[in-house]
């Protein structure tokens, strides 16, 4: 994996266990730390979907690359 990816991995985790608080514990991180409804929810929302999509592409790629 490049570095890019493994950045866009660890943002994506971040925002999977985000999601894992939201449904287990009806507790929104984000929120709790930047306001209801604020502009960096949603940028922070925004990147979390880029990095998403930006991780499709190790699905075509050898995890043993480097």
């Known amino acids: 994996m490049n570095t890019l990816q493994k950045i866009c991995l660890v943002i994506t985790i ?3 266990i985000n999601w894992g608080f939201i449904g287990l514990l ?10 209801v409804g604020s502009i960096i929810c949603r940028i ?3 990147l ?3 990095t998403g999509l930006i991780n499709i592409g190790i699905l075509f790629t050898h ?3 480097d």
């Open 14 to 16: 971040i925002g999977a």
């Open 26 to 35: 009806d507790i929104n991180l984000v929120e709790s730390i930047f306001g």
């Open 44 to 46: 922070v929302y925004s």
């Open 48 to 50: 979390v979907g880029l």
């Open 63 to 65: 995890l043993d690359e």
